[in-house]
């Protein structure tokens, strides 16, 4: 990313608080996390599936990419690269701006021993409940630490999937179809738990092993 980039970007944040839309038409989630390396982790998986595949694969979510035209699914997210050691006023600018654009949660995640970027958009963006995704394991401490009346909740390492769970949940108070896509989700869990419990029972331990392979 250019200077010219980041101070793009800062001007449409700001641009965009005082734009006063529609609920119905702004992201409700954000996610940020500290590079492009972390993608894979925060959005799309790899190992384990990510916020992404939470979303839009199991919630009926949509990716929001421009500020002046909304997807047509009600439930929407919007995805920046905010470092907080390389772009610290982009990082301000994200959680300063996070409430007045409309956003309702920020799921943050970041990388490497100093994972800053959860830690400090959730005391710029306070009151906006901030989930920290440690991107690694070495990142949890760093990530989960903050002092006594600076709130951050977190997931594991790598769970973004988890994030967008929880995300999801804060929304679900105030929107019943997201409460309903929850439960859902939850029901297909225990049925997939059910029909494995069965197999293995009565196909027995070699056959259902074969089976998996
Ligand atoms: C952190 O440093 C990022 O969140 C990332 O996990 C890590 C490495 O970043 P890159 O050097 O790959 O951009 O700030």
């Given at each position: 990313?250019?200077?010219?980039?980041?101070?793009?970007?800062?001007?449409?944040?700001?641009?965009?608080?005082?734009?006063?839309?529609?609920?119905?038409?702004?992201?409700?989630?954000?996610?940020?996390?500290?590079?492009?390396?972390?993608?894979?982790?925060?959005?799309?998986?790899?190992?384990?599936?990510?916020?992404?595949?939470?979303?839009?694969?199991?919630?009926?979510?949509?990716?929001?990419?421009?500020?002046?035209?909304?997807?047509?699914?009600?439930?929407?997210?919007?995805?920046?690269?905010?470092?907080?050691?390389?772009?610290?006023?982009?990082?301000?600018?994200?959680?300063?701006?996070?409430?007045?654009?409309?956003?309702?949660?920020?799921?943050?995640?970041?990388?490497?021993?100093?994972?800053?970027?959860?830690?400090?958009?959730?005391?710029?963006?306070?009151?906006?409940?901030?989930?920290?995704?440690?991107?690694?394991?070495?990142?949890?401490?760093?990530?989960?630490?903050?002092?006594?009346?600076?709130?951050?909740?977190?997931?594991?390492?790598?769970k973004s999937f988890n994030a967008a769970l929880s995300a999801a949940q804060i929304l679900a108070r105030q929107h019943d179809a997201v409460r309903d896509r929850l439960v859902a989700y939850h029901e297909d869990l225990r049925a997939g738990?059910?029909?494995?419990?069965?197999?293995?029972?009565?196909?027995?331990?070699?056959?259902?092993?074969?089976?998996?392979?």
């Amino acid at each position: 990313m250019t200077a010219s980039a980041v101070e793009d970007l800062i001007d449409r944040l700001h641009e965009e608080a005082t734009q006063d839309r529609p609920t119905a038409e702004t992201p409700d989630v954000g996610i940020v996390m500290g590079s492009d390396s972390d993608l894979e982790t925060m959005m799309t998986g790899g190992k384990r599936r990510g916020a992404y595949d939470a979303f839009v694969e199991e919630l009926g979510f949509a990716e929001q990419t421009d500020f002046e035209s909304p997807p047509d699914e009600r439930f929407t997210f919007e995805t920046y690269v905010t470092s907080a050691h390389r772009t610290p006023d982009l990082m301000t600018a994200y959680a300063e701006t996070a409430e007045e654009r409309g956003l309702e949660v920020i799921i943050a995640g970041a990388g490497g021993k100093s994972a800053d970027l959860p830690n400090m958009t959730a005391s710029i963006a306070y009151p906006l409940p901030v989930i920290g995704v440690p991107v690694q394991e070495k990142s949890v401490d760093s990530v989960i630490g903050m002092p006594t009346g600076a709130p951050l909740v977190a997931v594991d390492a790598g769970k973004s999937f988890n994030a967008a769970l929880s995300a999801a949940q804060i929304l679900a108070r105030q929107h019943d179809a997201v409460r309903d896509r929850l439960v859902a989700y939850h029901e297909d869990l225990r049925a997939g738990v059910g029909n494995v419990s069965r197999d293995l029972h009565d196909r027995g331990t070699p056959a259902f092993r074969d089976r998996e392979e």
